[in-house]
Nanobody
Framework: QVQLVESGGRLVQAGGSLRLSCAAS????????MGWFRQAPGKEREFVIA????????YYADSVKGRFTISRDNAKNTVYLQMNSLKPEDTAVYYC??????????????????WGQGTQVTVSS
C-alpha cells in the first residue's frame, strides 16, 4: 500500500512560481514512476509531468514544457513539481500519482495505482 500526500498549493499571481511536494509512504518508493496530473473544474483529469524511478527520465505535457519541472528525492520519499511562469489556465487541483506496474507509458491516468488527495493551485490574472 502506498499513501501519497500533496502540499504546497495556494493562490498565486500569473507569472509567479510555486513548488508542490508529494510525500509518499512505502519502502519501495524509489522503484516507482511518479506523475502529476491536474483537473480543472468541468474538465477531465490531464497528465502534466512524470519522472522515472531513478530520476533519469522525465516526461512533460506540451502545455507545461519549459515552465514546469519534476524532481524526486528517494531518500525522503518525496517528489516535487516546480511550476514557473504560471498562467491562469494552470488553475486546477493537482494530484500526485504512483505507477507501480511495468505497463508502457506514463501519460494515462489509468496506468497509476495510487493517488493523493490533491492540492488546489489557483493562478490569478
Amino acid at each position: 500500500q502506498v499513501q501519497l500526500v500533496e502540499s504546497g498549493g495556494r493562490l498565486v499571481q500569473a507569472g509567479g512560481s510555486l513548488r508542490l511536494s508529494c510525500a509518499a509512504s512505502g519502502r519501495t518508493f524509489s522503484s516507482y514512476t511518479m506523475g502529476w496530473f491536474r483537473q480543472a473544474p468541468g474538465k477531465e483529469r490531464e497528465f502534466v509531468i512524470a519522472i522515472t524511478w531513478s530520476g533519469s527520465t522525465t516526461y512533460y505535457a506540451d502545455s507545461v514544457k519549459g515552465r514546469f519541472t519534476i524532481s524526486r528525492d528517494n531518500a525522503k520519499n518525496t517528489v516535487y513539481l516546480q511550476m514557473n511562469s504560471l498562467k491562469p489556465e494552470d488553475t486546477a487541483v493537482y494530484y500526485c500519482a504512483a505507477k507501480t506496474n511495468q505497463a508502457m507509458g506514463v501519460s494515462s491516468a489509468r496506468l497509476y495505482d495510487y493517488w493523493g488527495q490533491g492540492t488546489q493551485v489557483t493562478v490569478s490574472s
